[in-house]
Nanobody
Framework: QVQLVESGGGLVQAGGSLRLSCAASSRTFSSYAVGWFRQAPGKEREFVAAIRWNGGYTTYAGSVKGRFTISRDNAQNTVYLQMNSLKPEDTAVYSC?????????????????WGQGTQVTVSS
């Protein structure tokens, strides 16, 4: 069992940056793949980025590639999402998800653990 807590969301102007954190309770978190997903009001949840257990593999949605960077610090049991050049269309609730020995998939059904989410609002 692992509990995930996101932080770092907030209100930022277009072009600004935020860094989201996903902190895990499990001491075996280093074996978990982690994904970031987002959901805007009235829209379906969409994949943002994912990272495998050792950080050796990362993948991004096309809409964020080149602007967002996912990374992890296994010593701190934390995964980060650095978001630069933010746009109003990035406004959403961002959630992290984890799966033990997962592939780092863009498919939310391949993650068994989810955090509550953190709101990101980008003003124009």
């Amino acid at each position: 069992q692992v509990q995930l807590v996101e932080s770092g969301g907030g209100l930022v102007q277009a072009g600004g940056s935020l860094r989201l954190s996903c902190a895990a309770s499990s001491r075996t978190f280093s074996s978990y793949a982690v994904g970031w997903f987002r959901q805007a009001p009235g829209k379906e949840r969409e994949f943002v980025a994912a990272i495998r257990w050792n950080g050796g593999y990362t993948t991004y949605a096309g809409s964020v590639k080149g602007r967002f960077t996912i990374s992890r610090d296994n010593a701190q049991n934390t995964v980060y999402l650095q978001m630069n050049s933010l746009k109003p269309e990035d406004t959403a609730v961002y959630s992290c998800a984890a799966e033990d020995h997962g592939p780092g998939s863009s498919n939310p059904w391949q993650y068994g653990y989810w955090g509550q989410g953190t709101q990101v609002t980008v003003s124009s």
